[in-house]
């Protein structure tokens, strides 16, 4: 039996308040009337100085925004644009959102306004990054699977007859030379197919609680000692009250141990390397059966090297695409793979001659 329930005039103002979308009200002249605090982020201004003012302000040269809030007004249209928009914002790069406009009509039909309702579409974004990534590593372990097969057998008999070949070679021929060049070079494409195959068909994961904080300290540790000579300084940032995190402690540690050890070797001469742990407060990943949130675990690892240009910045996951001399250019592709095994998200923003920033986000299972 339904019951009568009692709608407590506050809880509307506690709803607007702690939404993640920003909420901005203008009335019918476009004078901005109320703001919520998303809103207050969105517009990166308080809303004691937000009051009062057009809201055509805040959207200046922001072309598609201003048409949205046009027909809210004056054609009284409820409009949107989901495909994603740049916003701009004084001092901060620009955000990808969404925003729906509506307008508002009184008990007796008249128009009085409209809402603007505008949503971050930055998680959304990284995630479909992610799920484009692991439709190219499943199509990539479906090749790797026949590649292996074929390419080894072969390999095998190559450094064989090599190093017979070599035997038979008497003590101080120079031909000796090239016989080892042939074995060196099977057994460095015998290694790129074995991350290949790492890849394709990594091993299960072995869940347990890891102390990220321990990992991350030992592999600062690691890197400091590797960088001797050179002047460049690792550090860790983390929340002592970080809890464990449920994961595979050795593929978490082959995981930071790249990326740390990737953005030192983006500094040419001297520079930093910043490795930040916290809980998020604001990200959260639904579990499955439908339980509470888990909470995430952010990992920020940020340097000042010589940065990655756009072209390259969106095809560092291709397998084999490296700038590295030596590389193989797996390295995050398997990095991908690990993080998505663990269920978490990986984003890297990067500006030339200014440095990296690479975000890795693991949800505390339970």
Aim: proline share 6%.
């Amino acid at each position: 039996m339904k019951q009568p329930v009692h709608v407590d005039p506050n809880l509307y103002a506690m709803v607007l308040e702690n939404i993640d979308r920003g909420v901005v009200v203008m009335n019918q002249a476009g004078v901005v009337t109320l703001v919520n605090p998303s809103g207050e982020d969105f517009l990166g201004i308080s809303q004691r100085h937000c009051l009062g003012r057009d809201v055509r302000e805040f959207f200046q040269g922001q072309e598609t925004i201003l048409y949205l809030i046009r027909v809210a007004l004056q054609e009284g249209r409820t409009i949107s644009d989901d495909e994603g928009l740049l916003l701009q914002r004084p001092s901060q790069r620009p955000l990808p959102i969404s925003i729906y406009a509506a307008p508002i009509f009184s008990k007796r039909g008249g128009q009085e306004g409209a809402v603007l309702i505008i949503r971050d579409l930055t998680r959304v974004q990284e995630l479909e990054r992610s799920l484009r990534r692991a439709d190219r590593l499943s199509m990539l372990g479906t090749l790797a699977a026949g590649l292996a097969h074929e390419i080894k057998n072969p390999l095998g008999g190559v450094k064989g007859a090599a190093q017979l070949l070599s035997m038979e070679l008497p003590e101080g021929s120079e031909l000796r030379e090239y016989t080892q060049v042939m074995v060196r070079e099977v057994e460095r494409i015998n290694s790129i197919i074995e991350e290949l195959m790492d890849l394709a068909n990594p091993r299960p994961a072995e869940m347990a609680e890891v102390n990220l904080v321990k990992v991350l300290n030992d592999i600062i540790l690691l890197q400091q000692e590797a960088a001797r000579g050179k002047h460049i300084s690792f550090s860790l940032a983390a929340d002592p009250s970080l809890p464990p995190i449920l994961g595979d402690e050795s593929l978490l540690t082959r995981l930071f141990l790249n990326l740390v050890k990737n953005a030192g070797e983006a500094i040419e001469e001297e520079g930093w390397v910043r490795v930040e742990a916290r809980v998020s407060a604001d990200l959260h990943i639904n579990s499955p059966g439908g339980g509470r949130p888990w909470p995430m675990a952010i990992i920020r690892i940020s340097d000042n090297g010589s940065g990655i240009p756009q072209e390259e910045l969106d095809r560092i996951f291709t397998p084999y695409f490296t700038t590295k001399i030596g590389g193989s250019g797996l390295g995050l592709a398997i990095c991908q793979k690990i993080i998505e095994d663990h269920r978490g998200l990986l984003n890297i923003s990067s500006n030339p001659g200014e440095g990296t920033i690479v975000t890795v986000s693991l949800p505390f299972r339970h």
